[in-house]
């Protein structure tokens, strides 16, 4: 990964999306020129924070290794490599006769694990005894997994053997025997024959001191109370609020039960911390948590070394190797911005230019050889050494940074060309950094990292939007203004067929003034109350659109003292103020609820007469995330597919998951369509490329699994044939399984140009694909549309082709975006009229309900709620639209 050109795309991408999204079409909302309200609040000046801050960026130094001098204290293991003094620190706490409650706050890294696991081992091959030595608690089952990996793997390594066993509620593997990869997880082995260390997380720990069929696993520990020497608690940090609580509790628990003295060693690992406060905070939590004191000088911090002593470390190397050592290099790259950045170019091409244009050399780092890879990456490190741009770089970023900071002042110190060039010549040569490596053994076989880069973006969901209330809105978040109502800002209610933006306040039926109160508006909106109202601003000569649903209300606003009045006024009588001209649509709809008719607030677009259009501009942290996951997954610049998202709470991370895998798939089926697109070129007919779609990724990847695996969609992992292709290694796929999502493929190819077109960053929204009619076939239907209505219809005598074209191509877009196509999967559908059982029962087909739309077809009369009617109640579009193009 090359995580200094993700974070520039990632904030490209969520601008992208936010302005995709949001496009507006009314008056004041439209803003000048290109940029509209989500445009100028993305490119704020004053507040270029709106969205992001960052990136960050941050170059951590190699960690300080204990001197060899230095006697072990682990009398029992023999470690196979030097450990860093932060670790020899934990052993000589952790690895005595009486060990010490200790934490550790280490980076990412930094072998947090090694500082408690060899001392854990350490004890378990002196005490003998049967019985549960050590309790290790992870935040989450899979965190435990794959710790129990890491266990399994230096276990089989020992001289004697010792048991292991991980008890989470996962269903999983059910192994009864420690071995290389596993540790023990059937339940009852663990009851019958308690491990000496036991894998949990708190929960699963609650239930095992108090559900009667668990007490075997203490049956040792009850009859000698000394032998559980160890409690680990893995990740402390992310134990907060009331999980902290609960964690607390169970510790006393735990200790009251087993009858546990103070030979009980406590440890904590935690993420990085600040300061002497941040230090204390943090004995002061854990003693809280653990129920025993822990001292300042319990916490071990990481030690890394200084950037003099790293260069003078690598001179001394350079210096004993046989290879030629790189002259010192003081040129800088003299092009264009756009050569530093990767472009199109795949990862192993960017990187093989960047090396050039810095090093004037020619490194294979767009070799597929993993070798003359791997050796291209090292001498890519020795020459990043020797360049003063480097040597500049690793001062700077040795301790966090703001990139933009960093760009603006090389800008300054080596006069380049704009902060621009500069950020451009900093990601470029960050990620010859990201890519460098060194050789991790003698015999030149395997590499690790040159230096750990740690690129840091901060996002801000867009929620509790508001906009200030003037001829030309301005978006603002509401936590920033003190009173929202001085001056007036007011929620934005955006229409994502029409693309209409107004204001959203509470108005009570037969009052002429508005409430700015923002928790009552959203209780409002959101109960449907008829009290919340839409107010639309006119521009200069515009009227309200005429509709017979609607009932045109014209105001003046006055933004100070928040009342309405009639629309001929232009000054407020109270203030003096000027006023704004508003419409005020009727939104008000009778509906049948538990036997009583009641009115509520309808969410069709009093503009567009679009059903359940109406939406609240803002976008929230589940969405945004998901747009940065799928640029991440998507992106030439990552070729390292893994990703840790963490969550408040058990529910959200639920719901996240979900989220996050139905939004990253709907991505990822974009590109695949783009690819297509490109290769297909233009003009090929819609049935064709729907059919081409799963041929082309059939015959590009090459390989059923990886067709499968890749386009699978999240609603379809259930069907069994997936099932056993995630159970058996090397399984053949099933034909039946690849027919099904090669039919989902080509049904999300469909309503991708049509009923999904407008909704999110579409092919259509970011130009990159969009259909339309053929034509030869639509000027036909225009001459005979145009010769039987001049025949049948005396009014339209002087109708001319350009009208009734117009009205055609009006037509045929709304029914394209109402997924109105004829499909050999809807014939059923169609014919039942519109009933949405018949798409569920079709195990590839996305769901279709109450809040997903499904494809609507078009009907004279009205026959079913799915579809669309031309004549009666919910005909308004189609009427106007006709009133509008050629009746008028």
Not at 15 to 39: R, V, Y
Not at 771 to 798: G, K, M, N, T, Y
Not at 859 to 864: A, C, D, I, N, Q
Request: glycine letters at 6%; aromatic letters at 8%; a negative charge.
């Amino acid at each position: 990964m090359l995580p200094s050109l993700i974070a520039r795309e990632i904030k490209s991408e969520l601008e992208n999306f936010l302005s995709s999204s949001f496009p507006m079409t009314t008056a004041g909302f439209q803003g000048q020129g290109d940029e509209g309200l989500m445009e100028q609040f993305l490119r704020d000046s004053e507040c270029p924070d709106n969205l992001l801050k960052g990136p960050w960026l941050e170059i951590k130094l190699p960690f300080r290794t204990a001197s060899s001098a230095e006697a072990s204290p682990l009398s029992h293991v023999q470690l196979g490599f030097p450990p860093y003094m932060h670790q020899q620190r934990a052993f000589e706490r952790l690895a005595t006769v009486h060990p010490q409650s200790t934490l550790v706050a280490t980076g990412t890294g930094s072998g947090k694990t090694e500082c408690f696991l060899y001392p854990i081992l350490n004890y378990c091959l002196q005490e003998r005894r049967p019985g549960i030595k050590a309790i290790i608690i992870y935040p989450m089952n899979a965190l435990a997994t794959d710790q129990a990996r890491r266990f399994a793997k230096e276990v089989a390594g020992l001289s004697t053997q010792l048991t292991v066993g991980m008890f989470t509620g996962d269903g999983g593997s059910d192994s009864r025997v420690m071995s290389p990869e596993q540790v023990i997880t059937n339940q009852d082995t663990l009851r019958d024959n308690p491990p000496d260390i036991l894998l949990t997380n708190y929960k699963m720990l609650d239930f095992l001191l108090m559900r009667p069929k668990d007490q075997g696993l203490w049956k040792h520990n009850l009859v000698t109370q000394d032998l559980l020497r160890y409690l680990v608690v893995d990740e402390l940090h992310t134990f907060d609020g009331a999980q902290g609580t609960d964690l607390a509790c169970l510790i006393r628990r735990l200790r009251d039960k087993l009858h546990l003295q103070d030979n009980l060693a406590c440890v904590g690992t935690s993420a990085t911390i600040g300061g002497e406060s941040a230090r204390q905070q943090l004995a002061g939590y854990a003693s809280e948590v653990f129920a025993t004191e822990f001292a300042l000088d319990s916490i071990i911090l990481e030690d890394r070394i200084t950037v003099d002593e790293y260069l003078e470390q690598f001179k001394e190397n350079s210096q004993t190797s046989t290879q030629p050592r790189p002259e010192l290099r003081v040129e800088w790259p003299e092009v264009y911005e756009q050569e530093l950045l990767p472009g199109a170019l795949t990862q192993g091409v960017y990187l093989r230019r960047q090396a050039e244009l810095w090093f004037g050399i020619d490194l294979a780092l767009d070799s597929h050889h993993p070798h003359e890879y791997q050796a291209a990456c090292v001498t890519l490190g020795e020459y990043l050494h020797q360049h003063t741009a480097f040597l500049s770089l690793l001062r700077a970023s040795s301790q966090l940074v703001d990139v933009r900071l960093l760009a603006e002042q090389w800008q300054k110190d080596f006069s380049l060309d704009s902060t621009e060039y500069a950020l451009a010549l900093l990601d470029s040569l960050t990620a010859l950094v990201s890519t460098a490596r060194v050789w991790a053994d003698d015999a030149q076989q395997k590499v690790r990292p040159f230096l750990q880069v740690r690129v840091q973006l901060w996002l801000r969901e867009l929620r509790r939007m508001l906009a200030s209330v003037e001829p030309e809105p301005r978006l603002v978040h509401s936590d920033d203004l003190i009173d929202p109502a001085q001056p007036l800002h007011l929620p934005v209610l955006h229409c994502r067929e029409c693309h209409s933006a107004a204001w959203g306040a509470i108005c009570p039926q037969g009052e002429r003034s508005i409430n700015p109160d923002l928790q009552r508006f959203y209780a409002g909106w959101f109960s449907q109350s008829p009290d919340a109202v839409l107010l639309y601003p006119l521009a200069e000569g515009e009227k309200p659109p005429t509709s017979s649903s609607q009932v045109s209300q014209v105001f003046s606003l006055c933004a100070q003292c928040c009342e309405l009045r009639p629309a001929q006024q232009t000054q407020c009588q109270n203030c003096d103020k000027p006023m704004l001209k508003v419409w005020q649509p009727h939104l008000v709809k009778q509906v049948e609820r538990h036997g009583e008719t009641k009115n509520i607030r309808s969410d069709d677009c009093p503009r567009c007469s679009a059903s359940g259009s109406l939406m609240i501009l803002g976008s929230r942290a589940a969405s945004l995330a998901s747009v940065a996951i799928s640029q991440i997954y998507g992106s030439h610049c990552n070729d390292d597919h893994k990703l840790i998202a963490f969550s408040d709470s058990v529910q959200d991370a639920a719901h996240r998951a979900g989220f996050f895998g139905a939004r990253t798939y709907t991505q990822t089926v974009r590109q695949a369509l783009a690819h297509v697109v490109r290769n297909a070129g233009d003009n090929m007919a819609l049935s064709r490329f729907i059919d081409e779609v799963p041929r082309y990724w059939q015959r590009t990847l090459n390989n059923d699994a990886s067709f499968v695996g890749t386009f699978i969609a999240p609603n379809m992992q259930w069907l069994s044939g997936y099932q056993q292709l995630l159970s058996s290694k090397g399984a053949a796929v099933s034909h039946d399984l690849v027919k099904q999502v090669s039919q989902r493929l080509r049904w999300e190819a469909l309503t991708e140009l049509g009923l999904r077109s407008r909704i999110g960053r579409t092919l259509e929204r970011s130009s990159v694909a969009v259909i339309q009619p053929d034509p030869i076939a639509l000027q036909s239907c225009v001459r005979a549309l145009l010769a039987q209505w001049q025949e049948e219809l005396e009014q339209f005598r002087d109708l001319k082709p350009a009208q009734v074209q117009t009205f055609l191509l009006g037509f045929l877009h709304r029914l394209r975006q109402h997924g109105a196509f004829y499909d050999r999967v809807l014939e059923g559908y169609v014919r039942d009229g519109g009933t949405t059982y018949l798409l569920a029962r079709i195990s590839w087909l996305p769901g279709y309900g109450l809040s997903a739309r499904p494809p609507a077809a078009l009907t004279l009369p009205p026959v079913s709620s799915s579809f669309q009617n031309l004549v009666g109640k919910g005909s308004q579009w189609y009427q106007h639209w006709f009133n509008k193009t050629v009746a008028a």
